[in-house]
C-alpha cells in the first residue's frame, strides 16, 4: 500500500450510469490529483485540488466532476460516459507549495471501461 | 507543451546490463522527477532533481539534468527481471506558476529478460 487507496479498482459502466470513484489519502499531504492514462497517450491531468484551490482543465468533460470534501478525500464523479472514458483512472497526493511541487504519491488506480 | 517525452519507447535487455532512458522537454522546470508503473498499477515516484541539481544518485538509479539542452537521463545499473517495468519524467514547471502541476511523458517500456 503506498498510502493513497483508490476504490473499486476496476469498473465496468453503462452509458447510461452513473457512478463515482473514491480517493483516500492519510499522509496528510494538502494537494490531490486526478489523472486519466490511456494505452499509448502521456497521462492527462484533469483536476488538481489543493487547500487553497481547486483548479480544472478546461479540456474534461462536464461529464467527469470532481468533488473534495476535505484534504483526505477525492471523488471523481462519472454519469453518461463514453466508450472513450475507458482508461486507468489514477488519483494522487502530495505536499507541495506554489514554490516546488514535490513527488506525488500515487494510488493504484481504477480500470474504467465504459460499455 | 510542458510534457516531457521519454527516449526510446521501448528498451529490452539482460540482466545484468545498465539501461538508459532519457526524457527531453521544452519548457523552463523547477525540477525534474521519473516514476516507475508496473502493468496496471499506479505510478511510483523514483527521484526528484532540482533545475539546480546535475546528477543524483538512489541505489542503482543515476538520474542526470542538463537544463541547457532541456533533457534529462535515468541510468539503472545491473538491471534485474524485477525492473521490467514503465518508466515516466515528469516535469515541474517554474515557480509561481499554479500549484501542483506535473506533466508526464508517454513513457519507455523496459523489458530485462533473465
Known amino acids: 500500500e503506498t498510502g493513497v487507496t483508490q476504490t473499486p479498482r476496476h469498473l465496468v459502466m453503462g452509458m447510461t450510469n452513473k457512478k463515482s470513484l473514491k480517493c483516500e489519502q492519510h499522509?496528510?499531504?494538502?494537494?490531490m490529483y486526478w489523472y486519466k492514462q490511456s494505452a499509448k497517450k502521456p497521462l492527462e491531468l484533469m483536476f488538481v485540488?489543493?487547500?487553497?484551490?481547486?483548479?480544472e482543465n478546461n479540456s474534461v468533460p462536464s461529464r467527469f466532476s470532481p468533488e473534495c470534501p476535505n484534504s483526505s478525500h477525492l471523488f471523481l464523479h462519472l454519469h453518461t460516459l463514453q466508450p472513450e472514458d475507458s482508461a486507468l483512472y489514477l488519483c494522487?497526493?502530495?505536499?507541495?507549495?506554489?514554490?516546488?511541487?514535490?513527488?506525488?504519491?500515487f494510488g493504484s488506480g481504477t480500470r474504467l471501461t465504459v460499455v | 507543451s510542458q510534457q516531457g517525452e521519454e527516449d526510446p519507447q521501448a528498451l529490452s535487455i539482460q540482466e545484468g546490463e545498465n539501461a538508459t532512458m532519457n526524457c527531453s522537454y521544452k519548457t523552463s522546470i523547477n525540477n525534474l522527477q521519473w516514476y516507475r508503473q508496473n502493468s496496471g498499477r499506479g505510478l511510483v515516484h523514483l527521484i526528484l532533481i532540482r533545475s539546480n541539481e546535475r546528477e543524483k544518485h538512489s541505489g542503482r538509479l543515476r538520474v542526470t539534468l542538463d537544463t541547457s539542452k532541456k533533457s534529462s537521463s535515468l541510468l539503472i545499473t545491473a538491471s534485474r527481471a524485477a525492473d521490467t517495468a514503465s518508466y515516466f519524467c515528469?516535469?515541474?514547471?517554474?515557480?509561481?506558476?499554479?500549484?501542483?502541476?506535473?506533466?508526464f511523458g508517454r513513457g519507455t517500456q523496459l523489458t530485462v529478460w533473465p
Open positions: 485540488y489543493s487547500l487553497e484551490e481547486r483548479v
Open positions: 515528469a516535469t515541474s514547471a517554474d515557480r509561481g506558476s499554479t500549484l501542483g502541476r506535473l506533466y
Open positions: 499522509l496528510g499531504h494538502n494537494a
Open positions: 494522487a497526493s502530495s505536499q507541495g507549495s506554489r514554490e516546488e511541487i514535490y513527488g506525488y504519491t
